[in-house]
């Protein structure tokens, strides 16, 4: 869905520089993107292997009538949605087979104006993609990810994967830098073995660069950080922890109680205690528990708490698109809808990581204290790009 500047009950007709009243500017212009893209991917199917030389030609002819459509749109898109348009053009050049500065500084002024626009970050991971600028690219991953979880941010590390093995298989082993965007990746995966070993090797094959070994330790840290926690029951003194589990009542399920808005999608929601959740999306149940510590981490992403239930059974949250300094506290009930499962279960350097987690890539979906979370608490990512 586009997002709108301006909203009203009624479609209202837009008039721009080329003389012409469009309903919907903004999927117009969309549109011809779309178009463009179509026109490249099947331009051997159309036209034959025959005539693959002039593809290149053919594409940029076909850009250039686009980019004249563009800018005599340009005026009315840029009042009506400056950051998607920025997107939608930087997208168009960015089709191109070649590396577009144009495009890289078009999508970075998108996502500086509106970081939620997913495929902004996706489209400049794209553009340093074709600079070789692949810790860049690793950056806008991030990007995407901490607004949404989704396939297309996570499916480029395979395009990373595809480049590595058109080289020989020793400098692929000794890409330094695809097994530190690898371990990047598998963290927001939670993939936590996968994701320390690959920046276990990342670290060993550039022992001057310090990223790795820095990725690496925090990420082990908070690893045992949680195991403790859990073993501890958060440190909680025992009259402390009896006072907390005496908190847990139904009410506190707060919509979901009986029939609860989770999304976009009315749904009867039955509550079951932790032990009862299966892997994977648990669809129509509902948890709820009280937290009894966060945990600690040099990484603002994600916030991670462990809760109790009233089964004293503890499960780990890793809470997603959570604008700064928010959270939970020690004693607040919360109440999950839907909650997606993994377990975690294996070795690694003498440690032994196994546990249970929630993972909420939307806060708004949760319930505290019986209330739902307020949109305030959603975060606003920045761009941030890491270099070696």
Same mark, same amino acid.
């Given at each position: 869905?586009?997002?709108?500047?301006?909203?009203?009950?009624?479609?209202?007709?837009?008039?721009?520089?080329?003389?012409?009243?469009?309903?919907?500017?903004?999927?117009?212009?969309?549109?011809?993107?779309?178009?463009?893209?179509?026109?490249?991917?099947? *331009?051997?199917?159309?036209?034959?292997?025959?005539? /693959?030389?002039?593809?290149?030609?053919?594409?940029?002819? %076909?850009?250039?009538?686009?980019?004249?459509?563009?800018?005599?749109?340009?005026?009315?898109?840029?009042?009506?949605?400056?950051?998607?348009?920025?997107?939608?053009?930087?997208?168009?050049?960015?089709?191109?087979?070649? *590396?577009?500065?144009?495009?890289?500084?078009?999508?970075?002024?998108?996502?500086?104006?509106?970081?939620?626009?997913?495929?902004?970050?996706? !489209?400049?991971?794209?553009?340093?993609?074709? /600079?070789?600028?692949?810790?860049?690219?690793?950056?806008?991953? !991030?990007?995407?990810?901490?607004?949404?979880?989704?396939?297309?941010?996570?499916?480029?590390?395979?395009?990373?994967?595809?480049?590595?093995?058109?080289?020989?298989?020793?400098?692929?082993?000794?890409?330094?830098?695809?097994?530190?965007?690898?371990?990047?990746?598998?963290?927001?995966?939670?993939?936590?073995?996968? #994701?320390?070993?690959?920046? !276990?090797?990342?670290?060993?094959?550039?022992?001057?660069?310090?990223?790795?070994?820095? %990725?690496?330790?925090?990420?082990? %840290?908070?690893?045992?950080?949680?195991?403790?926690?859990?073993?501890?029951?958060?440190?909680?003194?025992?009259?402390?922890?009896?006072?907390?589990?005496?908190?847990?009542?139904?009410?506190?399920?707060?919509?979901?109680?009986? /029939?609860?808005?989770?999304?976009?999608?009315?749904?009867?929601?039955?509550?079951?205690?932790?032990?009862?959740?299966?892997?994977?999306?648990?669809?129509?149940?509902?948890?709820?528990?009280?937290?009894?510590?966060?945990?600690?981490? !040099?990484? #603002?992403?994600?916030?991670?708490?462990?809760?109790?239930?009233?089964?004293?059974?503890?499960?780990?949250?890793?809470?997603?698109?959570?604008?700064?300094?928010?959270?939970?506290?020690?004693?607040?009930?919360?109440?999950?809808?839907?909650?997606?499962?993994?377990?975690?279960?294996?070795? *690694?350097?003498?440690?032994?990581?196994?546990?249970?987690?929630?993972?909420?890539?939307?806060?708004?979906?949760?319930?505290?204290?019986?209330?739902?979370?307020?949109?305030?608490?959603?975060?606003?990512?920045?761009?941030?790009?890491?270099?070696?």
């Amino acid at each position: 869905m586009i997002p709108a500047a301006n909203m009203s009950l009624e479609p209202t007709k837009q008039s721009c520089d080329c003389g012409e009243p469009h309903e919907d500017l903004i999927q117009f212009l969309e549109n011809l993107v779309n178009e463009l893209g179509f026109f490249k991917d099947r *331009y051997i199917l159309n036209y034959g292997i025959e005539n /693959a030389a002039n593809q290149s030609r053919d594409l940029d002819r %076909q850009m250039d009538e686009k980019l004249e459509i563009f800018l005599k749109h340009q005026s009315a898109a840029l009042e009506t949605n400056k950051p998607y348009y920025y997107y939608l053009k930087g997208k168009l050049l960015n089709i191109s087979t070649t *590396y577009s500065s144009e495009a890289e500084s078009l999508l970075s002024k998108a996502i500086k104006l509106d970081p939620k626009i997913v495929d902004a970050w996706n !489209e400049l991971a794209e553009s340093y993609f074709k /600079a070789n600028e692949f810790a860049k690219a690793q950056s806008c991953f !991030e990007g995407g990810l901490r607004e949404k979880r989704n396939k297309v941010s996570l499916r480029n590390l395979a395009t990373i994967l595809r480049r590595a093995q058109t080289e020989t298989a020793d400098s692929c082993k000794t890409s330094v830098e695809l097994h530190y965007n690898k371990g990047i990746i598998f963290k927001y995966q939670e993939l936590y073995k996968q #994701a320390l070993e690959a920046l !276990e090797t990342a670290a060993l094959y550039d022992p001057m660069w310090e990223d790795p070994k820095v %990725q690496g330790a925090q990420l082990l %840290q908070y690893l045992q950080n949680i195991v403790e926690l859990i073993r501890t029951k958060g440190k909680l003194k025992p009259k402390k922890l009896k006072q907390i589990l005496k908190t847990i009542n139904f009410k506190y399920l707060g919509p979901y109680s009986a /029939a609860g808005q989770c999304g976009e999608t009315t749904t009867a929601l039955h509550n079951v205690p932790y032990n009862e959740l299966q892997p994977g999306s648990n669809v129509g149940k509902v948890i709820l528990g009280t937290v009894i510590c966060s945990v600690v981490t !040099e990484s #603002a992403v994600p916030f991670t708490f462990c809760s109790i239930d009233k089964s004293e059974t503890i499960i780990v949250t890793t809470l997603y698109n959570l604008a700064a300094g928010k959270g939970v506290i020690i004693g607040d009930r919360v109440a999950i809808p839907q909650p997606l499962v993994t377990d975690i279960d294996f070795h *690694y350097k003498h440690n032994h990581f196994k546990f249970r987690t929630v993972r909420v890539q939307n806060p708004m979906q949760m319930i505290v204290n019986g209330k739902q979370v307020d949109d305030k608490v959603v975060s606003n990512a920045s761009l941030c790009v890491l270099d070696h």
